[in-house]
């Protein structure tokens, strides 16, 4: 199967959520996206990573700036979101995970795993208000695109020299994606990302991520 053909049959979802990381590639911040689907199916939100990215007002520029927390801010606070899905393109850090909680929302969805900030492991009944909320997290995705979502960030590391104690910490854990992202990091398309599209990298990187 090509990337266009694995694409299309992606659910919306997840492909607003990749074009979301895709744009904080471009953007020059930490790739990752997020979107809210609602029990109908509906697109509620999409956002992006914007740390490093550019944007006015809210978090932008802080280190508050996560996609799962920019999303979830434009839900409703007098209610319940249980039939709510959070797609992510990478596994939420513990601040994300502690959001989507305290925002009510019943299921997470992750693509890549994050063996150095992902906190989907940890135990959310860990007071009584964690525990009014259970939580269903799903992730991460064991295909070409989960591959991608895991790796793209480590390539964005190493070309902005970022944050290297991840990049050592998954070179112990997880070497063969840090290799992953090692080859990724020489293709055209994301050694300069202004000029492409989601579709023209992905084409690129679809014979290294399958």
């Known amino acids: 199967m090509d990337s266009g053909s694995a694409w299309a049959l992606l659910e919306p979802g997840w492909q607003a959520a990749f074009h979301q990381?895709?744009?904080?590639?471009?953007?020059?911040?930490?790739?990752?996206?997020?979107?809210?689907?609602?029990?109908?199916?509906?697109?509620?939100?999409?956002?992006?990573?914007?740390?490093?990215?550019?944007?006015?007002?809210?978090?932008?520029?802080?280190?508050?700036?996560?996609?799962?927390?920019?999303?979830l801010s434009r839900l409703p606070v007098d209610e319940r979101h249980d039939g709510v899905t959070l797609f992510t393109t990478l596994e939420p850090c513990l601040f994300c995970i502690g959001a989507v909680v305290l925002s009510r929302v019943g299921t997470v969805r992750f693509a890549g795993g994050d063996s150095y900030g992902g906190a989907s492991r940890l135990p959310l009944d860990l007071n009584a208000q964690t525990a009014r909320y259970p939580l269903q997290i799903h992730g991460p995705l064991d295909d070409p695109f989960g591959r991608l979502a895991a790796a793209l960030p480590l390539v964005y590391l190493a070309a902005t020299d970022r944050w290297t104690r991840v990049l050592d910490h998954v070179g112990i854990h997880d070497p063969q994606l840090l290799e992953l992202s090692q080859e990724l990091s020489r293709l055209p398309t994301l050694r300069d990302p202004h000029i492409a599209d989601l579709a023209t990298a992905l084409e690129e990187a679809w014979p290294i991520i399958t």
């Open 21 to 71: 990381a895709w744009l904080a590639y471009r953007d020059g911040s930490f790739p990752v996206g997020a979107a809210l689907i609602g029990p109908d199916g509906s697109l509620i939100a999409i956002d992006r990573n914007r740390i490093f990215g550019p944007g006015e007002g809210g978090l932008s520029g802080s280190l508050l700036a996560h996609a799962e927390v920019a999303a």
